[in-house]
Nanobody, 124 residues
């Protein structure tokens, strides 16, 4: 059973930084490509960032490119999303997801497993 546990959400001011974490098992960490998605109230779930299981391929949504960074820590079996220069429009529930694909996929329906989500609220 694949389990993904997100943490690190909270309330921040615009311009501040925050880091989200997604903890998983060793097996999941080693064979799954990982992605971060977000969903704001009344909006569809959207891709934020993804990293291949080998860590060599990363991909970002245009809206976060240059501000967010995704990374993996093999020793901790954790995937991180470092978010800088946060904006009110980044406010959403952020989800970690795992995909058996080799390459990063931006389509949420192609991911096999999901975490419970963590709320980020950015105030102006």
């Amino acid at each position: 059973q694949v389990q993904l546990v997100e943490s690190g959400g909270g309330k921040v001011q615009a311009g501040e930084s925050l880091r989200l974490s997604c903890a998983t098992s060793e097996l999941t960490f080693n064979i799954y490509t990982m992605g971060w998605f977000r969903q704001a109230p009344g909006k569809e779930r959207e891709f934020v960032a993804g990293i291949s299981w080998r860590g060599g391929d990363t991909r970002y949504a245009d809206s976060v490119k240059g501000r967010f960074a995704i990374s993996r820590d093999k020793a901790k079996m954790t995937v991180y999303l470092q978010m800088n220069s946060l904006k009110p429009e980044d406010t959403a529930v952020y989800y970690c997801a795992a995909d058996r694909a080799v390459a990063v996929d931006a389509v949420w329906s192609r991911y096999d497993y999901w975490g419970q989500g963590t709320q980020l609220t950015v105030s102006s």
